[in-house]
């Protein structure tokens, strides 16, 4: 990944660093194991992630679990369904009481401009967020799997400037593509980034992967981090480093501008 100037909008989305870590719980089938990781975390994380494994095995319930520790919900379900579907899963979803949720660009322009719709009707207004493309899929599986010739970065902007037209909240992209999309972006749009991976770490099933201070430098304003905090000996202490280095990176930022 390159270089390249730090457009003057990045400092404008600085914030503390706990809040930049969305943990993912998405690899245990113990209730007691995720209390005890959530706890372990609390003081390092701010946002915690519920996907479709924890969400269908454990239900609504589970987040109950966050709440308890006062950090914001993201919960990542990923809608992908006719417009109206969409719109009525919505509108269930913010009923949990969520902070952010997730839809996939790829269901188009008219699917998506329904689920903001949705959103902006509910009393309690979550963030919705578009996934663009997962980051198991690389240039081959693009174009041989789904038939796009376009470049990985050509098709996640493409499908950026439908979101920002449909009026969603923000954007879920790689890190990889950070430097192509987010020039693109209004300032305000969150830019949430997965596939993320501390300098040495391994990255698993992850074709697309950044580190936490890269991707901060370059426009992410929320990293969705899992197994290199959930898998580590210490779970506290991994999350713990990775705000040292994110804390180390916004300040350089602020120092810079």
């Known amino acids: 990944m390159g270089g390249g100037t730090r457009p003057i909008y990045y400092i404008m989305i600085m914030k503390n660093a706990p809040d930049y870590i969305a943990l993912a719980l998405d690899n245990s089938n113990d209730i007691d194991a995720l209390k005890a990781l959530i706890t372990k975390t609390a003081t390092s994380v701010g946002v915690y992630k519920l996907g479709l494994e924890q969400f269908t095995r454990f239900g609504p319930g589970i987040l109950d679990i966050v709440r308890s520790v006062g950090r914001k919900i993201f919960l990542d379900l990923k809608f992908h369904d006719i417009p109206n579907t969409v719109a009525k899963a919505v509108e269930a979803a913010c009923g949990l009481g969520v902070d952010y949720m997730t ?12 689920a903001a719709e949705a959103v902006a009707k509910a009393p309690r207004r979550p963030k919705i967020l578009g996934v663009t493309l997962l980051t198991s899929i690389d240039q081959s599986m693009l174009n041989r799997d789904l038939a796009v010739r376009m470049k990985t970065d050509e098709y996640v902007l493409h499908l950026a400037q439908r979101a920002v037209e449909a009026g969603i909240d923000g954007l879920v992209c790689s890190a990889a593509d950070l430097e192509a999309v987010r020039p693109s972006l209004p300032t305000s749009f969150e830019v949430v980034t997965p596939g993320i991976r501390p300098a040495g ?6 074709k697309r992967v950044a580190t936490p201070s890269w991707a901060v ?18 779970p506290g202490k991994a999350a713990a480093d990775i705000v040292n280095e994110i804390t180390d990176t916004v300040k350089k930022i602020k120092g810079a501008g």
């Open 103 to 114: 839809i996939h660009t790829q269901g188009g322009a008219e699917m998506m401009r329904a």
């Open 217 to 234: 430098k370059n426009g992410a304003t929320l990293l969705v981090i899992g197994r290199p905090i959930t898998g580590a000996d210490d």
């Open 201 to 206: 770490a391994d990255v698993n099933d992850q």
